[in-house]
């Protein structure tokens, strides 16, 4: 199955407005004052496109039908690599969307990014995160992947690097804390504890423990056992590892020599 799948699968009511407020209001809050039109690419269910309708201009792109069927703001069905419209707006935003995506098809978004922005570019993604903390292996294919399907993880510099005709104007990190898990530390737990025992109740809570694996479709539930080693790993990465804040927000605008 690949992440289309996945995405149609997913339950798009749970993604409500109650639980992203204080990101939709850091959202709204950071938008330049001279923004009147913008596109929302990955929009998933509206719950900040809807918001953002209220006051601007705004076409939610999405590539799921089902998601977009809650979405109120003029939309399109279709893939972040190669959205049909002509364009451009005052701002390209896009939340959550650039950590999923393959190779190829990051590349091709970075592109459209670009070529549909007039003036800003306004993204967020998970802060410098590492996915493979949640890693899970699928009891059918033994196929190894984290639970949010990230691929990739991002620091501001690699917005300097991807966006070279841009210039970041403002950026900071948000949301609930959460802690960082240490490469090498998750590779020894990954070696010396078992697959049932890398993912605790306490990080995981029991009811939100339904998977699909992205190799083989086969839909499990996870679940936890404990093992001593994992844990003794676990607290050792409590002592080296900050907590952080989950969201890092970064705003572009074109430098003026490609305006
Ligand atoms: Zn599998």
Redesign the pocket.
Known sequence: MDNKQIYEHHNWESLNKTRLMPKIQQVMQSIPADVKTLIDIGCENGVITNELGKKYDVLGVDRSRKALEFVQTPKIEASCDAVPVEGPFDMVFSSELLEHLPENVFNETIKEFKRLARKYIFITVPNGENPDKLSIK?P????IFNRPNHLRSFSVKDFERLFPEYRIIKWFDFGKKVRYYNPLLLKIKRKISPPISWIPYYWIPKEERNTI?P????AFYYSWRFHPMALAVDVFNVLVSPKKPYWLFVLMEKKEEHV
């Open positions: 699928c059918a294919c033994s196929y694996c190799r083989c479709e086969h």
